[in-house]
């Protein structure tokens, strides 16, 4: 079991900037594939980039060339780093083990809106 606890939201202008956090709490993160999900007002969850558990990177179409998934083990955390923000990404962002979520694990998210 996890528990996981996402961070690094914001408010910010088109063309912007901003890294998500997620950190993990318990011992079996560093076997678990993981991926940030979102979702938009209306729309349903989308993944947006997965990392394996020996740090492989999987994009979204959407995302490719302008996300980037990344883990630190040691931390039992994930990041997005998220460059060249669209209006289009406003969403709320989690995390949740890749690539199959686990109802169990979703947490409250953390909330991306980008201005245009």
């Known amino acids: 079991q996890m528990q996981l606890v996402e961070s690094g939201g914001g408010l910010v202008q088109a063309g912007g900037s901003l890294r998500l956090s997620c950190v993990a709490s318990?011992?079996?993160?560093?076997?678990?594939?993981m991926g940030w999900y979102r979702q938009a007002p209306g729309k349903q969850r989308e993944l947006v980039a997965g990392?394996?558990?020996?740090?492989?990177?999987n994009y979204a179409a959407s995302v490719k060339g302008r996300f980037t998934i990344s883990r630190d083990n040691a931390k039992n955390t994930v990041y997005l780093q998220m460059n060249s923000l669209k209006p289009d990404d406003t969403a709320v962002y989690y995390c949740?083990?890749?690539?199959?979520?686990?109802?169990?694990?979703w947490g409250q998210g953390t909330q991306v809106t980008v201005s245009s």
């Open positions: 949740n083990v890749f690539p199959r979520p686990r109802m169990d694990y």
């Open positions: 318990g011992s079996i993160f560093v076997f678990n594939a």
């Open positions: 990392i394996t558990s020996g740090g492989s990177p």
